[in-house]
């Protein structure tokens, strides 16, 4: 399996910070990779797909770079209802999820 | 995007099995891969395996080969996971997922593993 390092595993920003997740791959994953948002109680929401794309209908302040190994995900002014697990997971094989980044506010 | 609608909660003994359910809720898979995803308490989300409804191919991760079945049901449009043997560390929300593209066709059937349409969650407790 694919291994995803996912950090870092939790951090506590402020409202309007800058918030940056970062997501590392075993192998070269290509572009292969989604980022997920997960808050408890709810169904996982696809934010990401293919490293760089922006799903349908989730705010432009998400965004996501990287290729390879090596990705990462920004939240450019983080509000309060971005407090969540944010999960990466790559389809160069089989799915694997990276660990999880819960992010709260300071 | 239409969500899918999944089974009830389930409680369940060790050893036995859990078949959990997974409906679009106004419309059809068609050829959209389903896939499941499972989250243990604490834990993260666990990709456990999927299928095209409309070829019936089954594909699983190698954890769960052997235990899991996933099959899907085209006349009611239904998918359905099957975990049998079932471990107290089998305690999960399990999630049925829709990919965000559909699945090519019987020949040359893709799954892009993106899953963009989710269900509600199915908490199944495997208790003594």
């Known amino acids: 399996d694919i291994q995803m390092t996912q950090s870092p595993s939790s951090l506590s920003a402020s409202v309007g910070d800058r918030v940056t997740i970062t997501c590392q791959a075993s192998?070269?994953?290509?572009?292969?990779l989604n980022w997920y948002q997960h808050k408890p109680g709810r169904a996982p929401k696809l934010l990401i797909y293919d490293a760089i794309n922006l799903e349908t209908g989730v705010p432009s302040r998400f965004s996501g770079s990287g290729s390879g190994t090596d990705f990462t995900f920004t939240i450019s002014s983080l509000q309060p209802e971005d407090i969540a697990t944010y999960y990466c997971q790559q389809y160069d094989n089989l799915p694997t999820f990276g660990g999880g980044t819960k992010v709260e506010i300071k | 995007q239409v969500p899918l609608v999944q089974s009830g909660a389930e409680l369940k003994k060790p050893g036995s099995s859990v078949k959990v359910s997974c409906k679009p809720s106004?419309?059809?898979?068609?050829?959209?891969?389903v896939y499941w995803v499972r989250q243990a308490p604490g834990q993260g989300l666990e990709w456990m395996g999927g299928i095209i409804p409309g070829f019936g191919i089954p594909i699983y991760a190698q954890k769960f080969q052997g235990r899991v079945t996933i099959t899907a049901d085209k006349s009611t449009s239904t998918a359905y996971m099957e975990l049998s043997s079932l471990k107290f560390e089998d305690t999960a929300v399990y999630y049925c997922a829709r990919d965000r593209r559909d699945g090519g066709n019987y020949y040359t059937p893709y799954y892009h593993f993106t899953m963009a349409v989710w269900g509600q969650g199915t908490t199944v407790t495997v208790s003594s």
């Open positions: 192998l070269d994953i290509n572009n292969y």
């Open positions: 106004g419309d059809t898979f068609s050829n959209y891969p």
